[in-house]
């Protein structure tokens, strides 16, 4: 049975270089993941991964040793250490200037006793759980691989909806406000997750010309009108672009504007703005984006497609 071990480096967890030991092995070791304290998230750097029950327990109790054993030489190196400290009373410190040097030689021996104690500690934790880098290591690929034939297989079935809607009555529209204007904003419900919270009569079962004839009719008595598809069709209808879906052609128009005139022959104007209605913006808020009118509907240079 699988558990989850949530995990992190040894040096994160370790927090210091114990005896100041900063050499190759010293970091090789801590680069290797060892289980979080109570196998739980303990900062931002800590990830989960599903393991065997019996490899966790193992990671688990050998972070634990390592852990353990490194504490006790902190311990240990500092209990020796304050040695080394001149006592304030006169009469010790006369005692401890005569003795300074052999303390000096005594804890120097000591250190490097404590030091083989450390490199001991991590390379018996790298001998019980160097292989939790590697079970992470294998997740991960495994997931990144999954992630990439899954965004792979969303993007054919985006593709596919959007080939179907060269000529099949799939496109949803509806009309509303937005920035002051009435917009047309057209989706296709087969690469969206439903209407959202869209407000107004939504128009379904077009074709795209369908849907054009629409756009110029309303533009015709309101020259003002905006166009614009909502996120997921936007995207798919680029992806369409992309892999061959029209021929090439209109490269300085936004892409689903673009895809859009492949689909229907015209390419439209998203955004028309009311004279001097773009400049009062630009004045009222200085610094800030607008344009061009071919990709952006107003204030924040949001794109075409919402």
């Excluded at 003795?99 to 390379?123: G, T």
């Excluded at 672009?241 to 128009?253: K, N, S």
């Amino acid at each position: 049975m699988d558990v989850d071990v949530w995990y992190r480096t040894l040096r994160m967890a370790v927090g210091t270089y114990v005896l100041h030991l900063h050499d190759a092995e010293i970091e090789a070791a801590g680069q290797l993941y060892c289980v979080s304290p109570g196998n739980r998230p303990s900062g931002s750097d800590d990830g989960r991964v599903p393991a065997p029950a019996e490899d966790a327990a193992r990671w688990r109790a050998a972070t634990e040793t390592v852990l353990a054993a490194l504490r006790s030489v902190e311990e240990r190196d500092r209990a020796a250490r304050r040695q080394l400290h001149r006592p304030d009373q006169a009469w010790q410190g006369l005692w401890w200037e005569l003795r300074r040097d052999r303390m000096h030689r005594d804890y120097e021996v000591r250190k490097a006793a404590l030091e083989v104690e450390v490199r001991a500690a991590y390379r018996a934790f790298r001998d019980e759980a160097g292989d939790l880098t590697d079970h992470v290591a294998a997740w991960r690929e495994r997931w990144a691989r999954e992630e990439r034939e899954r965004a792979a297989r969303l993007r054919a079935e985006r593709v596919a909806a959007v080939a179907e809607g060269v000529a099949g009555a799939v496109w949803t529209y509806r009309i509303g406000d937005h920035g002051g204007h009435r917009r047309v904003l057209i989706w296709l419900p087969a690469v969206e997750r439903g209407d959202g919270d869209e407000r107004g009569a939504v128009v379904r079962g077009l074709t795209a010309r369908q849907v054009q004839k629409m756009i110029e009719e309303r533009r015709g008595r309101d020259p003002y009108l905006w166009i614009g598809w909502r996120d997921a069709t936007g995207t798919a209808m680029q992806e369409w672009l992309e892999d061959g879906g029209a021929p090439a052609g209109g490269e300085r128009l936004a892409g689903d504007v673009r895809a859009w005139a492949a689909l229907t022959g015209v390419a439209v104007e998203p955004i028309v703005w009311r004279p001097g209605e773009l400049e009062a913006l630009r004045a009222s808020r200085p610094g800030r984006s607008y344009g061009p009118s071919s990709n952006a509907f107003g204030p924040g240079s949001f794109g075409t497609s919402f």
